[in-house]
Each structure stands twice: as C-alpha cells, then as structure tokens.
C-alpha cells in the first residue's frame, strides 16, 4: 500500500450518508440535549447543553450536520486508539497519536451527549494496516485532519443554532492545531509546511463524501 494517498472509499455501507439523513424531530432533539448537561472538551474548556440558548426549536438541518461530525470524529477517535495501541509508533508520532486521539474521544463524548438517541451508530472500521507504522500513520493522520477542518470549516456556516456554532467552532480550531502539529511532524523529512497556505478551503458535505470514498476504512 502507498504511503501517501486521498481520502477515498470511506463511506461503502453508508455510514455517512446515514449521519447526513439521520435527522430527530425538533423538540426531542431540545428534551434529550437538556437532559445531556455540559462535557469537558480537550482542555477542559466548559461547553453547556445546546439547548440551554436555544430559545426557539433546533432545526433539523442542525442535527444532521451534528451527526455528520460526529461520524468523521467516530472515525478519527477510532484510528487513533488503534495506532496507540499498536506499539508501532514512537517519538513524536506517539505522542501526537495518545494526546489527539483523548481530542476526538472527548469531540466524540460531547456530540454523543448532545445529540442522545438522535446519534447515529458507531461505524466498524479497517484501517488497512495504517495504524501499525509510523510512515503510513503520519500520512493517513494528515489526510484525516486536514479533511476535518475542511469539513467543519463547510459546515460551519449553515448552522442555525448560536450554541452550536460555539461547539463547532471550538472543535473546528483544535482540528486545525493538530493538523498543523502533524504536518510538523511530517516536515522532520523536509516537507509539508504546517501551514502551506495563508488561506485554507472550506468543504461541502458533497465534496467530504465523494472524496472519502476510496480507502474502504468503514465496513459496518
């Protein structure tokens, strides 16, 4: 297998597809995220119930775009436990692998609280051998973190819900410090930038589902 390669087949059984169509009624959603409380994100950074501001119904739209994040970080959580647990890594790779995967563990917690009985399904996942070795963990890390900050920078600007913007807004910034961090850590051999760019480009849904379907990461 390459060790340098796009997002690809990621979505074969639909996994997010069903994130983007798995939507609850508007005052469920409202019931379920009042009953959730507030989690500790990353540094421990209090975030509240959505619903706590959210003076009128959240719109449905809003829950999908909740899911859709919250199968990308179900995906991202997941690689980096496994990389973690595969004794495969060392030095700065490990690291970056122990301290971002307890990120998206916690990004996975918060979404999970908010949502309730709304959130779709963890999916299962094949990482294709990404995980046991530094190269095509580095590789695959960057391609993951840059596509989350795409996808929540696309994202982002359709929300209705102020207190969901906040969250997102929140999480979308820590994507972007770890793909700044792994790109660093990629450039120990010379190259990429950890900012290559003075502007990044923003994601639509469509685009993050056709681009993601070629690594065959998502089996069930």
């Known amino acids: 297998m390459a060790e340098t390669f796009t997002w690809g087949e990621l979505d074969r059984d639909g996994a997010l597809e069903e994130a983007a169509s798995n939507v609850d009624s508007r005052a469920q959603f409202l019931r379920r995220a009042a009953v959730g409380g507030g989690v500790f994100l990353g540094s421990g950074a209090l975030l509240g119930t959505l619903a706590e501001s959210a003076q ?5 739209s809003d829950v999908a775009i909740l899911n859709f994040a919250l199968t990308l970080e179900f995906l991202e959580a997941e690689f980096y436990t496994r990389a973690s647990r595969s004794g495969g890594l060392r030095g700065r ?3 970056f692998s122990r301290v971002v995967g307890a990120h998206e563990r916690a990004h996975v917690a918060f979404l999970r609280k908010a949502l309730g009985s709304a959130a779709v399904k963890k999916p299962k996942f094949d990482f294709k051998g990404t995980t046991d070795r530094v190269g095509p963990f580095v590789n695959t890390a960057i391609v993951l973190e ?3 900050v795409a996808a929540y920078a696309g994202q982002g600007p359709l929300l209705k819900t ?10 979308h910034s820590v994507e972007a410090r770890h793909a700044a961090w792994i790109r660093d ?3 120990n051999g010379g190259a990429p930038s950890p900012a290559p760019a003075a502007f990044d480009k923003a994601a639509t849904k469509g685009q993050i589902l056709a681009a993601v379907r070629k690594t065959g990461f998502i089996v069930g």
Do not use: C
């Open 162 to 171: 102020k207190a969901i913007v906040s969250a997102a807004l929140s999480i």
């Open 185 to 187: 850590i990629k450039g």
């Open 146 to 148: 840059d596509a989350g």
């Open 93 to 95: 790779s490990a690291q």
């Open 56 to 60: 009128g119904a959240t719109p449905a």
